[in-house]
């Protein structure tokens, strides 16, 4: 028999913030269990059995059809059925989390259950930020730690929710969301090991991670470019003179090149300068593809002659 957790059974909410709570209540007591045991084994104590400890999950059931009316492409589901999904990290995503049930209820108006899933959480997902822990461990530790942990598992990471090719067994409840926690933390750890850097400082870099759309959201704010954004066009290959004024200014003056040194001439070795013109660009309005060189006042003939 694995080492567990004492068993808590699964609890109904009509407040979405209590929900919440209780998620990460059960997410916080299973990944102190799994730290606590591995700190155990670092340590050199014998464990026994195999320490498990599992995800929470949140499930919601509706009988009908019928749902609120909403212009939202989320916060419902599109039929009759139990819908569940396994979560991971309230600590990132809480209010992400609050904000999907209140639609759900405001939708369907129904109790959302949550309780422990039988996903089991892999060991290295439940490491704090710095925690390295396998550089203390012999060869045979390390082996030995596949046999005492649950250790992360491809086949639950994929992508057949989001794909389409996901079908259910027998009396196996529909997903509620696109990726499980396995999928998501193992996108958190790829965000770290790409990054250099934490999840949660993740959010505030650059980098557009498209696991989740929380996490694309959330991280895209802060990849937007500092100008004007164009206007909405009905095409994808519309022409910058559909784009608002601003943005155009703010694109030229981007490209624009005050003062492009041309080469010195052979023969006397002056130097002639462009004039302030704008390189052609993808967004420039401009005829003039190229600087066209003009003499300075101390070049001679030979340079005004120079080709452009």
């Known amino acids: 028999m694995p080492l567990t957790t ?5 609890a109904h909410f009509s407040d979405p913030d209590a929900a919440v709570v209780q998620i990460q209540q059960l997410y916080q007591q299973q990944i102190e269990h799994l730290r606590g045991a591995m700190q155990r084994f670092v340590a050199g104590e014998d464990v026994p059995e195999r320490v498990r400890a599992f995800y929470p999950y ?77 550089g203390q461990l012999s060869a045979e530790r390390r082996m030995l730690m596949r046999d005492r942990f649950d250790l992360p598992d491809l086949a639950a990471m994929d992508d057949g929710i989001a794909n389409g090719t996901w079908r259910p067994r027998a009396g196996e409840p529909q997903p509620l969301s696109l990726f499980t926690a396995p999928r998501v933390d193992y996108s958190l750890h790829r965000l770290r090991h790409y990054t250099g850097t934490c999840a949660r400082n993740g959010f505030r870099t650059s980098f557009c991670s498209p696991t989740t759309s929380f996490i694309l959201t959330n991280s895209c704010v802060w990849a937007t470019p500092k100008w004007p954004t164009p206007r909405a066009s009905t095409s994808p290959l519309s022409s910058p003179a559909t784009w608002s004024r601003a943005a155009r200014a703010c694109r030229r003056r981007t490209w624009t090149t005050w003062a492009r040194r041309r080469p010195a001439c052979r023969k006397c070795r002056a130097t002639t300068w462009c004039a302030p013109t704008a390189v052609a660009s993808p967004w420039s309005t401009s005829a003039s593809a190229r600087p066209t060189p003009r003499p300075s006042p101390t070049t001679s003939p030979c340079c005004a002659r120079m080709p452009g």
């Open 6 to 10: 004492a068993p808590v059974p699964a």
């Open 58 to 134: 949140v499930r919601l059931h509706t009988t009908t059809v019928a749902r609120a009316d909403t212009r939202l492409a989320y916060g419902f589901v599109e039929g009759p059925g139990t819908f569940e999904t396994t979560l991971t990290r309230p600590d990132l995503f809480g209010g992400y989390y609050t904000e999907q049930l209140r639609l759900l209820r405001k939708s369907h108006g129904v109790e959302l259950e949550v309780g422990l899933s039988t996903q089991p959480i892999p060991i290295h997902f439940s490491f704090a930020e710095h925690d390295h822990v396998e």
